[in-house]
């Protein structure tokens, strides 16, 4: 059973330190929090729809992240473009439950990239702008986060 309170609290003290804009030193553009334990019928109502536990950096509803996480549960995300919100990006890179994608309609002129990380309880996507310097420290930032997640069994 996931405590709420002390994730909220964790990801607040996560977040504050490491996203925001590149060029104020923090190393994510953006990141999100989604529930892996949602129900993804199609059938009918909105609660049927990804839970978006957190997120900074990016205002997503629900359908914004549907077709990513429907991707991670039927573990195709590699083999096929996936969106998050107007973007579209392309896995490059894949190892265990971590894949890195870079955006390929991406208006910055360094590029922009996601990581998506699938855990039992939830999927995290860190999103960040430039090229290989930018994705190792958004790599770091990302896996702090894990690491305090799996301490907490959260």
């Known amino acids: 059973m996931v405590e709420w309170g002390a ?3 964790l990801w ?3 977040a504050s330190a490491c996203v925001g804009y590149s060029d104020a030193g923090e190393p994510l553009r953006a990141a999100i929090l989604l529930n892996n ?3 993804m ?3 009918s109502s909105s609660r049927y729809l990804p839970i978006i536990v957190e997120q900074k950096g990016t205002k997503l509803i629900p359908t914004d992240v549907r077709q990513l996480i429907e991707s991670v549960k039927q573990n195709n995300l590699h083999a096929e473009f996936f969106f998050i919100g107007a973007s579209k990006y392309l896995v490059t890179s894949v190892h265990d439950h971590w894949y890195c994608a870079r955006c390929v309609n991406a208006t910055n002129p360094a590029g922009q990239g996601a990581i998506v ?5 939830f999927i995290l996507v860190t999103i960040y702008e430039g090229s290989i310097g930018a994705a190792s420290e958004a790599m770091a930032a990302t896996d702090y986060l894990m690491e305090q997640l799996s301490r907490r069994n959260l």
């Open 37 to 39: 334990n949602c129900n």
């Open 7 to 9: 994730l909220h609290a």
């Open 12 to 14: 607040e003290k996560w």
């Open 117 to 121: 990380v699938q855990t039992a309880a």
């Open 41 to 43: 019928e199609v059938s």
